[in-house]
């Protein structure tokens, strides 16, 4: 009885084994696996089984960036996605942010604005009161409606997508960091803040302009013999309407002290510019007529007695 029992099993067994032949020369044929463009050999082929295709789960994890364990005890695959490694590493590392309390305090400080990139519809119903609502499938499209100069913390239903979120932003030139937690962190956080305790940062008072010190730049006369003019002319500092131009006559005979004006002072408009200039003709415009010698002519900036707050002295000319 027991030999037949064996014999049954083993026949039952081969019947077994030859359908299953059968049912994969049939039913089971293999097909060509392309991820990203790139064809990928697997130790399991993938196949079709009643016209589905059946793919090896441990290659098209890996491939994607994804990680598969065995779990032996449990008798389970254990899958971690791309999404979760790549949020796994942000946290490990650090990377770009902020704890639910410290996103909290720059939002009020008005530091920070809050950038909720779930789908619109959970926006709506939950949202954090204030915050900005862009999606992660349209913020690529929509950076035109970020501001450069605004610090982002960024929360969307689960951590991973909001690194996903200020990956995108980041790489474009946005300061931004993932808010640990997401939603209910932040409002936890945010409720048990003590306002009164924080206050917005003040923009800095405007220094107001330093008044332009009142100086003479430069003096220069220019001689034209064919008309017996001259002409003194220069450029000034700071807010002076006049100046004053007198001669120093007669070098060699004469000597002037700083606060002589200068034989024949007159006094000359300054341009909005802060350039001035004075033409004459010795001896016609003025009294005193052309005397050989040295010359030189004097430009000044008086106060409100006439008196010189400072001068400069033209370079030396000589008339025969």
Known sequence: MHKRRMISMVIVGVMLLTSFVVFADQHM??????INGTEVE????????NDR??????????????????NADARRAEVTTPAKMFGEKWASEGMLMWQAEDAARMVA??????????????FVTDGVPGAL?????????RLGELDRDMTYAVYCA???????????LTMNNFDAYVIVGGRVAFMDAWNNLDMDAITPDEEPDEEEPMEEEAAILSVEVVIDEAAGTRTTQGQVSGDVEQVSIGSLRDLDTYTYADTDRGHGAVMVDVMADGTFSSTITPGADRPHPVRPGRHQTRVAILDESDNIITFMDSAEFTTP
Not at 29 to 34: E, K, N, Q, Y
Not at 42 to 49: G, H, N, R, T, W
Not at 133 to 141: A, D, F, S, T
Request: no cysteine; net charge negative; charged share 15%.
């Open 29 to 34: 044929a293999t097909v060509a696996l392309w």
């Open 42 to 49: 697997a130790d399991s082929p993938p196949l079709i089984v």
């Open 53 to 70: 295709s059946m793919v090896p789960l441990r290659v098209i994890t890996e491939n994607m960036g994804g990680r598969v364990v065995w």
């Open 109 to 122: 400080m008005e530091d920070a604005m809050v950038l909720d990139v779930r789908p619109a519809d959970l």
């Open 133 to 141: 609502n862009i999606p992660v499938p349209q913020l690529g499209e």
């Open 158 to 168: 689960i951590d991973i997508n909001a690194a996903y979120a200020v990956a995108i």
